[in-house]
Nanobody, 125 residues
Framework: QVQLVESGGGLVQAGGSLRLSCAAS????????MGWFRQAPGKEREFVAA????????YYADSVLGRFTISKDNAKNTVYLQMNRLKAEDTAVYYC??????????????????WGQGTQVTVSS
């Protein structure tokens, strides 16, 4: 069973930065993607960014492209989300996720089998 533990959320002013971390345990060779999603109150969980665990290829939602960067440290089994130029509309609970075995779906919740507990990011305007 894959376990994911997130950290790094908090309160920041608009225009500021935060870095989220996600420590993963028991990842296997069949996990292709690690992703970040977010969910604001009253809204569905939405894709933010994903990274291919082997190739390092990265993918982003249009709303965060150019502001957020996803990266990984294979030795530490950790994925990061660097968030810059934060906006009030980025306020949400952010979730780390590990892909379903052999799934190539990276931008939908359907492609992920394991989820972290979530970390709150609040951006004040």
């Amino acid at each position: 069973q894959v376990q994911l533990v997130e950290s790094g959320g908090g309160l920041v002013q608009a225009g500021g930065s935060l870095r989220l971390s996600c420590a993963a345990s028991r990842l296997t060779f069949s996990t292709y993607f690690m992703g970040w999603f977010r969910q604001a109150p009253g809204k569905e969980r939405e894709f933010v960014a994903a990274i291919h665990w082997s190739t390092g290829g990265t993918y982003y939602a249009d709303s965060v492209l150019g502001r957020f960067t996803i990266s990984k440290d294979n030795a530490k089994n950790t994925v990061y989300l660097q968030m810059n130029r934060l906006k009030a509309e980025d306020t949400a609970v952010y979730y780390c996720a590990a892909g379903r075995s052999f799934s190539r779906i990276y931008d939908s919740v359907d492609g992920y089998a394991y989820w972290g507990q979530g970390t709150q990011v609040t951006v004040s305007s």
